[in-house]
């Protein structure tokens, strides 16, 4: 038996003409001349629909359908049992004062934002009113929709170096992985994930830049730092060294390789090896000491990433049949996730990659055209932003030849 509370929070949705005009229309054979609650229903093929509804005084429920169960031409609950339930419902209450569906005690009125049924934030453009049973209000705030600081030139996510003015605050939805393909063909445009690099101690051309690793990228295993540390004029020139420390402003710095007393233009500056560290924020300093007793210093922060995705194949099945002739390809899917950022997912049959796939749902077709028959194994890769790279567990399929059809 239903609470008064539940009872009253399912008339209440079925009762809200605003939320089914999408699916129902302006107007449809459920609205009275008064507060009802109604429900329609259409089975398969289209051989039953009904409606069903009630007011505070009145429940009926309609039937529509063919005594030798046939089906009835695409007529639906909305369209054949609804009218019917509309007229009857209206004559029962000639005469009868309109009453309203009395809200019990135990429910509470909340705002919430309304994409996403948590509290609003100021980023939430859409808030609106639900009712809740007592105690089943939520109490965590939105995060659908999050403030994101932009770098107004490139529209990447802004660093201290982009100047006050050309930073503004934009509004973005952050949705799960799983919904990336359906935001993008909505067109709905997805947070940056880039950092700014127009604006920054490291520009092309300068005599103290590290030009690769990127501002804010990710990096993991041996990582090549290339870069600029000159002077001018040239026989200023003493030593470079790099160094790299915790967060953005480390307290303590580590020397990578030892003093260099060459300079470098635009080329390898010294190799990181990140292996042992533990994941997170780094800084990497470039240092160049004059022979005039002063230095030159840049530096970039990057996140060390050394935890691998995740990557499995869920379809084909293993030891699935396809006939070469019937079957045009061989549609493969891949589930891919990582810790911090997803890259691509490489797709290979008998080791010859065929696709790269950059966007969730991570799917392919391996076309059959020119497959030999046979047993084929299939397998995926998977690799995050930092380089990391995962295997999938192999998939095995075999190709048959099509058979003659006997005379």
Known sequence: MLSPQLAYLITSILSDEVARQPAMGASSPLLLSRPAAAKTGTTNDFRDNWTIGYTPQFVTGVWVGNADNSPMGRVSG????????????????????VEPFVQPPGLVAVQICADSGLLPTPACPRVRTEIFIEGTQPTTYDTLYQVFRVCKPSGKLATVYCPPDQVEERVFMVVPPEALSWAQANEIPLPPTEYDTTYGPNVAGSNVTILSPAPYSYVSGVVPITGTARTEPPDLFQLYRLEFGEGLDPASWVQIGPDRTEPVASGILEYWDTSGLQEGLYTLQLTVLRRDGNADRTAVQVTVDVTPPEVRITYPFPDQTYVLGDDEWVNVQAEAADNVAMQRVEFYVDGELFATSTVAPFNEKWLLKGASPGEHVIHVVAVDAAGNKTQSEPVRITLEPKKEAEE
């Open 78 to 97: 909305l369209t054949g049992a609804a009218p019917i339930w509309n007229e009857v419902m209206e004559r029962v209450h000639e005469g009868l004062p």
